[in-house]
């Protein structure tokens, strides 16, 4: 199995970009979909962007995601933060033999 | 509307057993695998245990395998995680989350069941 490492926390300004990665310890990042979770204090997950870069109805476009493969991470961008932003933000992805991994997650405070 | 709610959690002692049960409603139940997500308190997810629409496929974490047995009605729109001998570090918010057959995304998530664990 592998991991997938977060950075613990990100700030960053109202307006501002911020880019969250996940890095993947063993075997392509691009080998499996990865999916990007919010989750606000005291409510469940939500999805901000599935199958690496495909975003729900309803997730405002400044949420974008992506894969490196040189990095083998994969990445959250958030542009333009608003307040409403501040959460924390897990990817996931899974592997063959039916596991599915969850990273860290990263507290991201806008300030 | 979508609706999964989690029942069964509680305080339990260390050693003994507790059977989560998760109620699915307001969508076709057979056309999505099901997943266990715990999260213990001021701590990050950690995927439980999966089982696909017609229980052909299981998986487990490595933390409850042998444990933890997870298993779901497709007539009763159920989904259930029996968890035996306990341990404290089992204590946590036990979520259901529903992934379409041909897609890797949880897109539905209960509300959770909290589960401690002490003597």
């Known amino acids: 199995n592998f991991m997938l490492t977060q950075p613990h926390s990100v700030s960053e300004s109202p307006g501002k970009t911020v880019t969250i990665s996940c890095t993947r310890s063993?075997?392509?990042?691009?080998?499996?979909?990865v999916q990007w979770y919010q989750q606000r204090p005291g409510s469940s997950p939500t999805t901000v962007i599935y199958?690496?870069?495909?975003?729900p109805s309803g997730v405002p476009d400044r949420f974008s995601g992506s894969i490196d493969s040189s990095s083998n991470s994969a990445s959250l961008t958030i542009s333009g933060l608003k307040t409403e932003d501040e959460a924390d933000y897990y990817c996931?992805?899974?592997?063959?033999?039916?596991?599915?991994?969850f990273g860290g997650g990263t507290k991201l405070t806008v300030l | 509307e979508v609706q999964l709610v989690e029942s069964g959690g509680g305080l339990v002692q260390p050693g003994r057993s507790l059977r989560l049960s998760c109620a699915a409603s307001?969508?076709?139940?057979?056309?999505?695998?099901m997943h266990w997500v715990r999260q213990a308190p001021g701590k990050g997810l950690e995927w439980v245990s999966g089982?696909?629409?017609?229980?052909?496929?299981?998986g487990y974490a490595d933390s409850v395998k042998g444990r933890f047995t997870i298993s779901r009605d497709n007539a009763k729109n159920s989904l259930y995680l029996q968890m035996n001998s306990l341990r404290a570090e089992d204590t946590a918010l036990y979520y259901c989350?529903?992934?379409?057959?041909?897609?890797?995304?949880?897109?539905?998530w209960g509300q959770g069941t909290l589960v401690t664990v002490s003597s």
């Open positions: 989350a529903r992934r379409l057959t041909t897609s890797s995304n949880f897109d539905y």
């Open positions: 063993s075997g392509s990042i691009a080998s499996n979909y």
């Open positions: 996931q992805s899974y592997d063959s033999s039916n596991h599915e991994v």
């Open positions: 089982i696909s629409w017609n229980s052909g496929s299981i």
């Open positions: 307001g969508f076709t139940f057979d056309d999505y695998a």
């Open positions: 199958e690496d870069n495909q975003r």
